[in-house]
């Protein structure tokens, strides 16, 4: 019999939670606004609420049996041995927080469950969500770069994650391609997250607006006003021949293959799945990512490249969440 469990993607904006039937797949989701404002332990309680809801319905309602816990991927830095989230970015008030057996002993006193816990970093279990029933399933070794608000990633080695020896493996967001660059992230200059993450992208489009000789017509998508400018107006407008716009799409795309370029020379793997909102442009990014990472590597190392978009959208990290608990 196959087993279920509870697969939760924990964000500092919502809260998405799945029941996941390992050979199924998702069988119920939803998603609730994480309560920033309640603190630490309102945001534990409000995980912890879920996670029995949505447990008593899936034996209830579901018929589910063969019960194998509730993952949950976070952002930040993750101890998955020891059950301790550090200083999650976007999650007011958190430090160091020992947030599976918090939320172990919360469902317990509460609810009276006795439910295992696993926790890992969200960029991981998106990644592991991917393998096991994305676009990853095709390969035995991939990084998975997703593209949002920054840049996240994880590595997954003989179709397992790869955590490093402090948890902190696969951050390729903080990866340096110029000490001396203008973008600074988290305190670092020139990491690829200063480039293209939304705030590089969006910092990026409006210096090339400004310095082109052509004009541009995104701002008429955000009413001339581009403080209001996002990545969709851009989007929009390259698909509509912008050549402005073409033009930063085809410059974040050859960022993102010099960082692809700098893993792949260091761990040889050549396989690469891209997620996240950003990763929406689709060609207008994968195109030049492809041809800059060629161009970033020995002909030799051409072989088995391959770069491809995620399949599981905004329920990789609910998917892979609940894989941690399959093993």
């Known amino acids: 019999m196959a087993q279920w469990a509870i697969g939760i993607d924990f964000g500092g904006t919502a809260i998405k939670a799945a029941v996941v039937d390992e050979a199924k797949g998702i069988l119920l989701d939803r998603r609730v606004f994480t309560d920033t404002a309640s603190g630490v332990t309102g945001m534990i309680a409000q995980l912890a609420s879920i996670i029995a809801e949505l447990y008593r319905h899936a034996l209830h309602s579901l018929d589910a049996q063969d019960f194998a816990g509730a993952g949950v991927g976070a952002p930040g830095a ?113 990491t690829l997250e200063s480039f293209i993450g939304k705030k590089g992208i969006l910092s990026m489009a409006r210096r090339m607006i400004n310095e082109s000789e052509v004009a541009s017509s995104v701002g008429q998508l955000c009413g001339d006003d581009y403080a ?44 690469f799945v891209i997620g996240g909102g950003i990763s929406a442009a689709g060609d207008l990014i994968f195109v030049p990512a492809r041809e800059q990472l060629k161009r970033s590597m020995l002909p030799p190392m051409h072989d088995g490249l391959e770069l491809v978009p995620a399949l599981l959208g905004n329920k990789a990290g609910m998917y892979g969440a609940a894989a941690l608990c399959f093993g």
């Open 78 to 190: 993750v101890d998955s041995v020891k059950g301790l989230l550090s200083y999650p970015p976007n999650l007011p008030g958190w430090e160091v927080v020992a947030l599976r057996d918090e939320l172990q002993q919360y469902v317990m006193e509460r609810d009276g469950l006795s439910i295992p816990v696993f926790i890992d970093n969200d960029a991981n279990v998106a990644a592991y969500g991917e393998a096991r029933y994305g676009a990853g399933k095709a390969f035995n070794d991939f990084i998975m770069v997703t593209l949002g608000t920054g840049v996240g990633g994880g590595i997954v080695l003989n179709r397992k994650l790869y955590r490093g020896g402090h948890g902190t493996a696969g951050e390729v967001g903080f990866m340096i391609l110029d000490f001396e660059g203008e973008g600074v992230h988290a305190g670092i200059r020139g």
């Open 228 to 271: 209001k400018l996002s990545p969709r107006h851009i989007e929009q407008a390259a698909l509509e021949g912008d050549a402005v716009c073409l033009a930063v799409w085809n410059r974040v795309g050859s960022i993102l293959g010099v960082g692809l370029a700098n893993v792949a020379v260091l761990m040889d793997i050549r396989k």
